[in-house]
């Protein structure tokens, strides 16, 4: 029996303009799993580990001017 998938909510950077074009970064959270994908290619998602993500944030926020 195959259970049936969650419903994922995608939040857009607050970078973004939100209007058509604008490419950004959106990510997703389903409990155990982060999601992530760009939204010019919203059929390509990767699923990093929370580890991954909390390094990546933390080499983005350092890199900040």
Do not use: N
Not at 18 to 39: A, F, K, M, N, Y
């Amino acid at each position: 029996m195959r259970r049936p998938m969650k419903q994922v909510h995608w939040q857009k950077s607050s970078f973004s303009g939100g209007g058509d074009g604008d490419t950004c970064i959106e990510l997703s959270d389903t409990g155990p799993h982060l999601h992530l994908r760009e939204s010019e290619d919203p059929g390509a998602e990767l699923q990093p580990s929370v580890t991954a993500i909390s390094h990546l944030l933390r080499a983005l926020k350092a890199a900040r001017p």
